[in-house]
């Protein structure tokens, strides 16, 4: 696949996935709307299946819309990923990533002009810990990512046909499975940071929120922060790319 086609089908499935991400977090945070206070179930749900939307999309370059499940698959080595495709991936991935929190806030264009707290609406867009430890927050993002990259490598449903695209889900099946575990790591895991497990996620979003999106009296990017789910999921990555070479030398 050709690197114009890579960066628009992962922009256009990561657009797709942050959207509906943001949005369900929207739904439940900004008032005037249907689904406001409805819980953080309610949020866990809205972005399993808001990855599984995006990665139905995204199925021809094959679906990464997270550099840190690029970087997994790059270091694995044998699911057909390139390390020359890997910047066309990343690009494709925060350019989606910018554009999905601009349309979140577009739908929700009213809902943000009528907000009594603007202050606190990063949180719509981003993470942020709930108790504040550089270094725990880090082992946060690297844990749940660890688990989202395993599963990827490791789990029949995840194995990808390497001949074909460079996929984690060489069907609907494999985009359903990794849905339900971002349900149980956002269920269980979630709870301290936030779980981006995905640099894109996170940073694209905020970048949004810094420079692009006119919310009146906002807070600011909360940039001291910004770094932990961009390294911590990339290193739960590469982790779990290391285990998977392991077990494969072992077997």
């Given at each position: 696949?050709?690197a114009?086609?890579?960066?628009?089908?992962e922009?256009?499935?990561t657009?797709?996935?942050i959207?509906?991400?943001?949005?369900?977090?929207?739904?439940?945070?900004?008032?005037?709307n249907?689904?406001?206070?409805?819980?953080?179930?309610f949020?866990?749900?809205?972005?399993?299946?808001?990855?599984?939307?995006?990665a139905?999309?995204?199925a021809p370059?094959?679906a990464h819309?997270?550099?840190?499940v690029?970087?997994?698959?790059?270091?694995?080595?044998?699911?057909g990923?390139?390390?020359?495709?890997?910047?066309?991936?990343?690009?494709?991935?925060?350019a989606?990533?910018i554009?999905?929190?601009v349309?979140?806030?577009?739908?929700?264009k009213?809902?943000?002009?009528?907000?009594?707290?603007p202050e606190?609406t990063?949180?719509?867009?981003?993470?942020?810990?709930?108790?504040?430890?550089?270094?725990?927050n880090?082992?946060?993002?690297?844990?749940?990512?660890?688990?989202?990259?395993?599963?990827?490598?490791?789990s029949?449903?995840?194995?990808?046909?390497?001949e074909?695209?460079?996929?984690?889900g060489?069907s609907a099946?494999?985009y359903?499975?990794?849905?339900?575990?971002?349900?149980?790591?956002?269920?269980?895991?979630?709870g301290?940071?936030?779980?981006?497990?995905n640099?894109?996620r996170?940073?694209?979003?905020?970048?949004?929120?810094a420079?692009?999106?006119?919310?009146?009296?906002?807070?600011?990017?909360?940039?001291?922060?910004?770094?932990?789910?961009?390294?911590?999921?990339?290193?739960?990555?590469?982790?779990?790319?290391?285990?998977?070479?392991?077990?494969h030398?072992?077997?």
């Amino acid at each position: 696949m050709s690197a114009g086609a890579i960066i628009v089908w992962e922009l256009l499935g990561t657009a797709t996935l942050i959207l509906l991400g943001n949005g369900v977090v929207a739904n439940h945070v900004l008032r005037k709307n249907n689904g406001h206070n409805a819980g953080f179930l309610f949020i866990n749900l809205g972005w399993a299946f808001a990855v599984f939307t995006g990665a139905s999309i995204a199925a021809p370059s094959g679906a990464h819309l997270n550099p840190a499940v690029t970087l997994g698959l790059a270091i694995a080595g044998d699911k057909g990923v390139s390390w020359a495709d890997v910047p066309f991936y990343f690009i494709g991935q925060m350019a989606g990533a910018i554009l999905g929190a601009v349309l979140c806030w577009a739908t929700y264009k009213l809902q943000f002009d009528d907000h009594p707290e603007p202050e606190n609406t990063l949180g719509i867009f981003s993470t942020g810990p709930q108790i504040q430890n550089t270094a725990w927050n880090l082992v946060t993002e690297i844990i749940g990512t660890f688990v989202l990259v395993a599963w990827i490598l490791l789990s029949p449903i995840a194995t990808a046909d390497k001949e074909q695209v460079p996929q984690f889900g060489n069907s609907a099946l494999g985009y359903a499975g990794v849905s339900f575990v971002v349900l149980v790591i956002g269920a269980s895991l979630g709870g301290p940071t936030g779980y981006a497990i995905n640099p894109a996620r996170d940073l694209g979003p905020r970048i949004a929120y810094a420079f692009l999106l006119p919310i009146r009296n906002k807070a600011n990017a909360n940039w001291g922060y910004s770094w932990i789910p961009v390294v911590g999921p990339l290193v739960g990555g590469a982790i779990a790319a290391l285990v998977y070479l392991l077990v494969h030398n072992l077997t």
